[in-house]
């Protein structure tokens, strides 16, 4: 009976300890009652929303990424970035309560991204709501994934075609011959990297594009593997093969299931399956040093699995580790 005891404890113990690290996704503050407030992360997927709460409040927020009203009403807040709100409630004004929202758009964006941006996503909303809950799961047990991420933040200078320019202009490193990271771009890479060791993701391939603004995200989020170049996933301004998309499905493809993790870093066009491939969009939501999870089964089928944004990962990081 003394051991039984002794092994139930022991079980018990167990089984707390993982609860902890992988806790339940929360439902937040359960006075916000907007129905876009999912898993403690306010979804804004239009210009001028307005918040709801059971009780009367103010809202504020000092970052320049979101224009907010003190009666809540949400003007604009950036797609794909991830803002902290400030509610002042009108019974209990000592006792703050911050909450994060999301631009669930695909429509505001600040220059220069907006210059690079291309063409719209199919359904912003339902793309991010999906990567929102692949994200509170990753790294699934038993479970092949893959990140197809866009290369970071680079307006340091201008491409070349495939007609125009130096031999071998695309690979270089050069702003005066291809375009490079910009400041914030090396900055968000080096931090994904950080996110992903904090996390934990096992990836055990990485391959990317021969442009070096590609190559150098992927050097700077130093995942672990070695990177593997592939120029069939190049930008559109110099790649022989044509459609990137197809060229992303044929590599996920020929990667094991092995329940690890593949980093793709890419371009725009490379989130347009354009309804080629089963549970995809159209076009999946794409910023710099954002992406889309695809989930690859023993059969090799390739599942979307929505998408996640720079600032979808640091807050996820940063709530996960109660560094908010």
Known sequence: ?????????LVLLVMVGCKKSNPEPDSGDSRITSQEYIDGLLFVNKNNYQISTREAATFSSTDPKIQITSAGLVKRLVSGEVVPITITWANDPGNKTTIYALGATDTEHDEPYASFHGRLATDPYASYLLGWKTLQNLPFAGET???????ADADNGKDFTMTTGPANWWKSCDPKIARQLNTQGEERSAELGRIFKDLQYPFTRVISSEFCRAIKTAQLIDAGPTILIDGSINHMSYNLTGDIFPNIIRI????????KMTLIVTHHPGNESSNRVASFPAISPFNWTGGYFVRITPTKTITYEGAVSWGMFKYWRDKKMNLL
């Open 1 to 9: 009976m003394k051991n039984f005891a002794l092994s139930l404890l």
């Open 145 to 151: 994934y893959a990140l197809i991420l866009r290369h």
């Open 252 to 259: 996920l493809k020929d990667q094991p299931v092995d329940n």
